[in-house]
């Protein structure tokens, strides 16, 4: 099948994670159509941000001569001549609704219900100078409704509110001069091995993380590699984003090609100087190596299989770093009608043994996206965790599929924290006495792609608090949310 955007898992595009997955990938369609470090598309080309300002003034004309076919109005903002190259504009509007009961977004155990009405709206342009060079410039306004959280509570940055920003602008080429060089510069997304090493979250509104980078890149029929420099954008409510978190991150991914079955291996450095990084026996910087491996094969006919491994060695504070994730998962797709799938997946975070013992055992999940795994409700995050997943999928019609998936939750290590999807601790019990049975979750999930443009997604899922929970100070009962969730794009 088609390799779709971003990270191996879209390639399971028939699967059941597609569900999950596709209705999570970021939708914007020209800015992720190199598929960062995927067999598949090749990126177009390029031009200059001038070329973009003088492409305003040629779109009436485009509109003119497309009035002519029966095609759908935003052709009219498609294929535009612009002197040597083509732009194209582009908008993506998803608004949902939720009802959260006992949790939200940054806690477990709100002990009220609450709810929140999301609307996030992208504009973009892409301006084509040849096959493999473009600019791209896209444009993110997202704010929220309803909800009793305020900004206030967020903190600096907030996961649901971030007024008109600049979210991508860079230039890119690839092979250049027929050379297999390339090049890609400026604000963007990356997406890397199975959205587990380097992913947007999109499923939230704001949809960290944004980088400002310079990626190399290298691309023969043998090997593609990428490697670059960025540092991540910090994403102001009100204010331009200007500033960046504070920490540096050079990485190298790399798929190797010809071989029976998908790999790739990597190395990520995250370099934090600040020099306020408390660990437990100081204070001090982090200086963190993560490297692995992955391969997958997608989902779609048969049987279908990832296995990832990613280690991690360095300092923090005055700690030294030693910490791993390991990822199987494997399913099975029926040649029956409504293609029923089944699939078990294990996704493992080691944890700190000992909060004494100068070790910091507990993995960071790198830049992967925390939204699309572990379950819908984003209860976890990939750090100090198991969890254990059964998902089931049937597609009763071609637009049309229809998902459950059940997780299991333990933590890695009793004496660890319990990590909310934002990475905080949300519970800790340092003695070990409350055990590692976190809870379950169950998510029932409907996707029904209305047309070309027109996405509808809707869900309900139970958190089930496990002994963990229960032997902790504070609420345990269960969480339930349910959303619907409207997408358009052209
Ligand atoms: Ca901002
Ligand atoms: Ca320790």
Redesign the pocket.
Known sequence: MATKVAAGRTERADGESSLVWESRRPPSRRGGKRADLLPGKKCRHALGAVGLLIGFGFAARGAEAAAAAPKPWHSAVKDIEVGPGKLDFGLNVRSRYEHLDNFNILHYGAAEDDDVLLLRTRLSADYRLSAQAHTFVEFQDARYWLSKLTLEDFGRSSSYYDEFDLRQAYFEWQRIGASPLGVKLGRQIMSYGDRRVFAPAEWGNVGNYWWDGAKLCYDTDAIQVDAFYAQRVLSEPKDWNLDHWPYHVAAIYARLRRLPVALDGFYVLKHDWSGNLHG?TGTGNETRHTFGLLSERPAGQGWDYGCFAAGQLGEYGR?AIRAFGVIGRGGYTFPAAWKPRVGLEVNYASG??????????TFDGIFGAMDLPYGWMNVVSWKNLEDYALTVSVQPAKPLRLGVEYHGFRLAQARDAWYWVNGRPERRDATGHAGQELGQEVDVIGRWQVNKGIELLVGYARFFAGAFVRSTPGDSQDANWAFAQLTYTF
């Open positions: 437990e700690d700190d043994h000992d909060p004494d013992d100068g070790v910091a055992g």
